[in-house]
């Protein structure tokens, strides 16, 4: 890996979108779509200014990848209003649970039409690109132009969604790793192991280390043991306090970092919300464009022509079908969204694919050996950047100019 130039062009990416991040945003350019294109264009398929091992990088991009999620769900919680879960129960637990299960059961399905894959490498497929990716998440959610265009409940949702379900994705993925492995589901091994101690325990200990590192931090900022400079990197050491801490545990990371997240922000007061949610977003910018950059670097093009028309068309299918279909499905299960026919297919719309599903994509590979399960998410996650990412402020003046209307 040549990387004083990877360390190079990252860096100018970098100065480059803090001078003009507004701009961007006005005409439709996200960061991670910046990020994957100038990649592209510097890498081994086009101008060869960048020539890299692809082998080695891919362990690379997974810890990447990882850390960008830990810097993503972590502002994702802190940017979520204190009590909105215990306010909107049965909408934030359909959206969840009842759209990652609709997600994970259409995209799998979608997969087994279009390629000649098993059940099982279709389910396992389909829980990789189940989660929806908070990274490019935020970029449709935040923001002066987000702030402008949709309503609080509409941004609050899918921020919401988007950071529980990259951890809740966890077990839904390791069953379809079984189903893959074994002839018969180890149905007591998945539950015992992956659901109550990998997933519920961990949100458990990582919802009392949150709690207890709010409290810690707010009794020493009472007491003028802290200054402005140390509300910075306290929330980054916990996010990978809780990465790292629970992944050494062989426990679920991601969901740590959520749930976690959400205990500190309940704890802490507002002006210490407001510190730690600015550095927590400056830092999950930091580390997007590098995970972007590198995964742009390391496509399988080869792979992907060798797909022929499938590429396209199962792009076209999980972009439109994975998840719109399901969510007019949950609609009248939603108090919050029930009859909002515009809401539900803003929100089916926005369901981006990124950094998780590369982490779960890779993760997969590493275990079985599976090329399929790199080639094919992969393709699906740089469509839906691209797609998502250009399409987020027409979409959000569209729902504004209906709402007007009405």
Known sequence: MNLMLI?????????????????????????????????????????????????????????????????????????????????????????????????WLSGSFLLYLVFNLSIAECLLLGAIITPTDPVVASTIVTGKLAEKYLPSSIRNSLSFEAGVNDGLAFPLVFAGIFLVQADSFPIGKWIVEVLLFKTILCAVIAYITGYGAGLLMHKANIKGYMNKKSFLPFSLALSFVLLEGLNLLNMNGIIAVFIGGLAFSRVISENEDVQEERVQEAMERIFTIPAYFLLGLVLPWQEYVALGWKAIGIVVLVILFRRIPGFFALGPFMPKFKKRKKDLLFMGWFGPIGVAAIYYALHTKEQLAMESAWVIPSLIVVASTIIHGISSVPFQKWYHSLKNDH
């Open 7 to 103: 360390i190079f062009f990252v860096g100018v990416l970098i100065l480059i979108s803090g001078t003009f991040f507004s701009e961007f945003k006005k005409i439709f350019i996200t960061e991670p779509f910046l990020s994957i294109v100038i990649a592209i264009l510097l890498g081994p398929e086009i101008l060869g200014v960048i020539e890299l091992d692809i082998t080695s990088s891919l362990p690379v991009l997974k810890k990447t990848s990882e850390f960008t999620i830990a810097m993503a769900l972590m502002a994702t919680a802190l940017r979520i209003p204190k009590s909105f879960f215990r306010r909107n129960f049965q909408t934030q637990t359909f959206l969840v649970i009842g759209g990652m299960l609709l997600m």
